[in-house]
């Protein structure tokens, strides 16, 4: 049975070992101010600016939310691509629930930024999807959120460098096929789902105004 394409971002499932399954208790509150233009949805990529809220928010003083806005797929040259984790909630801002950061809005998202979780990825069913691709490296792919559902529509781009390898500049290394009984994305071909760990998160690069320490 073929898969079906319905991307969802970078979805927290585990951590590494024997970590235990996910739970919104491993994620950290990040700000994003009024004044970034691009909305986040949930499984969206993103990193830290490099900055944090210059007023009390909520119940937050200054200072005790770093930013984040979001990534930026390909090959990590800078900061922009050293990404953080994935978009996991957003808190109700002025008792207003919230599916998606709508853009231009000041809110509090909640997010997976431990580099040892392992993240579910659908491909974005470019180049040829293969058991081969397990211990590859590859990036990620931008794609539009949905409004209706709140998800990503980022993926894992199967065609950086004619297809995941080992290219250790990428964003991604890929661990496994999904494995979830009757589960979507288990087929290895197009659309496959595929667990990922962030090969290149800022927490492990350290990166000071883009340079590596």
């Given amino acids: 049975m073929a898969n079906t394409n319905a991307p969802f971002g970078l979805r927290p499932v585990r951590k590494l070992g024997s970590g235990g399954s996910f739970n919104m208790e491993m994620a950290k509150a990040y700000y994003v101010p009024s004044?970034?233009?691009?909305?986040l949805y949930i499984g969206?990529?993103?990193v830290l600016i490099g900055t944090g809220n210059a007023a009390a928010f909520m119940d937050y003083p200054?200072?005790?939310?770093?930013?984040?806005?979001?990534?930026?797929?390909g090959d990590v040259s800078s900061q922009a691509r050293q990404v953080l984790g994935s978009v996991v909630g957003i808190l109700?801002?002025?008792?207003?629930?919230?599916?998606?950061?709508?853009?231009s809005t000041?809110?509090?998202?909640?997010?997976a930024d431990d580099p040892?979780?392992?993240f579910e990825l659908q491909d974005d069913g470019g180049g040829t999807p293969a058991v081969t691709w397990i211990g590859s490296n590859a990036n990620l792919i931008s794609g539009a959120g949905s409004t209706t559902t709140g998800l990503s529509g980022?993926?894992?781009?199967?065609?950086?460098?004619?297809?995941?390898?080992?290219?250790?500049?990428?964003q991604l290394l890929i661990v496994g096929l999904t494995y979830r009984p009757g589960g979507q994305g288990q087929e290895v071909g197009d659309y496959a789902v595929w667990e990922v760990l962030i090969n290149e998160h800022?927490?492990?690069k350290r990166a000071v105004l883009g340079t590596t320490v």
């Fill in 106 to 111: 000041e809110a509090i998202v909640m997010v």
């Fill in 44 to 46: 969206d990529p993103v």
């Fill in 62 to 73: 200054i200072g005790a939310l770093p930013t984040v806005g979001i990534a930026t797929g």
């Fill in 154 to 170: 980022w993926a894992l781009d199967g065609g950086t460098s004619d297809g995941p390898d080992g290219d250790a500049s990428n």
């Fill in 202 to 204: 800022c927490y492990l």
């Fill in 92 to 103: 109700p801002v002025h008792n207003q629930s919230l599916i998606y950061r709508p853009a």
């Fill in 116 to 118: 040892n979780i392992v």
């Fill in 35 to 39: 004044t970034d233009a691009t909305a």
